[in-house]
């Protein structure tokens, strides 16, 4: 096993490896993808591309681990994913560094998402209380019945670029502490992060096999999405890809959970806190450069705020300071490529030429000493339809739509018109209206002057529409009840010769 610290996954040709059964390995494909730094254009290293013989190989590794870690008491399994928990706050510096130079958000928010990771975690150390069953006595004479959830075997989770600790940690911790093995295929664009956590957990004693990272794209998805020994799967990404990944585990019998794409809607009534609410609505459009799956993308005042708030928000834009995530001065680092640069681009062009009014125009900005950077300033549309591009597509990047309404009526109807239902959030004095939003609103998060209600690991994560397909959210006790099956078993315990009786299960 390496002794590398965590400094880095990229062993001494510059490249990262799969980590399977407790070892950097590099498989039998010889496909690499290149990782940039977002913030110079420059590559960082290469990353392995399995093929479908590799993913074979990683998945019987898991196989084998599964047989012998399901049988660890809960209290070892617990002892283990503290002392995880542990390495990792230690190590959470260097992590954050890794973050922030391969997917370019900002120090603060690469520390932001360990620490949201590692709530997963703090609840996953109670499996013990989790996984405490059902019992019943005497549902019948000498009968008791009890349920037991069991896991399920070899589990995988297929994430995103955007929070490359973050989302896996929604996962593993969980499925991992409910006996399962795990298999993780992280983005191929900022790879790094998956190899770290998983020697992390091996340092901490988990056995070698329980947690192995495969790197990849479509081909090692589908080897994944077809492998008879995969017996469930969570993904988390885009829209069109989260369905494909649905359909297909879906038609190979598999358990999926998949999460796609978003377009979140922070409605603001008249009688909201101008400052409040425009502080808002930045640190939600633009933290992580729009990069988040919560993040705040069209903002839909209602009646008379409009002017007010549109104003405040736009001074706030103003003044990001837009750089390289590794600098402290940053407030907004850069985007993931240069092709999303072009597709966003393309999409205000289009938002102009539709006639969206572009309050706060980012383009062309140039970032000192990150001439090849994947830099675009944060803007501000005003005016925006819902027939217009802009709005129906998911951006992902710092563009903020801003749609009028007249009504809280019509603002309703257009949030739950929207395919997608991830989050969506309303800012307001008025109780009644927060109760009529919370009652109404056809979304699976939703936010009362909060404009980011990503849930506590001990609720769950999930959204409505396009934004989820399969019907459990993602962690908190929805999350031990994906990676367990139920088993109820009834029992009799009697010496008492009752005699043979043909009927269907006596009551008494
Ligand atoms: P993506 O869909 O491009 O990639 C996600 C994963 O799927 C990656 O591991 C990738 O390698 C794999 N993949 C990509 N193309 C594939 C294909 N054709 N076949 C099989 N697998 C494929 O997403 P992304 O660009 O990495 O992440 C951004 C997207 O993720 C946004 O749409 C965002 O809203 C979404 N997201 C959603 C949530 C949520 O909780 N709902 C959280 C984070 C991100």
Known sequence: MTTRTTATARNENGQISHWVNGSEWKGDSNRFARVDNPATGRTLSKVHLASKADVNAVVSSSRMAFESWRHFSLRKRAEILLGF???????????????????????????????????????????????????????????????????????AGITPFNFPAMVPMWMFP????????????????????????????????????????????REAVDALLHHPDVAALSFVGSTPIARYVYETAASQGKRVQALGGAKNHMIVLPDADVAQAADAAVSAAFGSAGQRCMAVSVMVPVGEIADPLITAIAERVERLRVGEGTDPQTDMGPVISAKQVERILSLIESGLSEGARLVVDGRGLRVEGCENGYFLGACLFDHVTANMAIYREEIFGPVLNTVRCSSFDEALELVNANPYGNGAALFTRDGAAANRFEREVEAGMVGINVPIPVPAPFHSFGGWGDSLFGDTHIYGEEGVHFYTRGKVVTSRWTNAKAGADLGFQPAS
Do not use: M
């Not at 900002?106 to 932001?112: N, Y």
């Not at 019943?136 to 349920?147: M, N, P």
């Not at 900022?190 to 992390?200: F, K, N």
């Open 174 to 217: 969980i499925a991992i502490a409910c006996g399962n093995s795990f298999v993780l295929k992280p983005s191929e664009r900022d790879p790094s992060a998956a190899v770290v956590l998983a020697r992390l957990f091996e340092q901490a004693g988990l056995p070698a096999g329980v947690f192995n990272v495969v790197h990849g794209d």
């Open 85 to 155: 928990r542990e390495l990792l706050v230690r190590h959470s510096g260097e992590l954050a560094k890794i973050i922030s130079s391969e997917n370019g958000k900002t120090l603060a928010d690469a520390a932001g998402e360990i620490e949201r990771g590692l709530e997963v975690a703090d609840f996953a150390c109670g499996i013990a209380q989790l996984l405490k069953g059902g019992h019943s006595e005497r549902v019948a004479g000498e009968v008791d019945t009890r349920s037991l959830r069991q896991p399920i075997g070899v589990v």
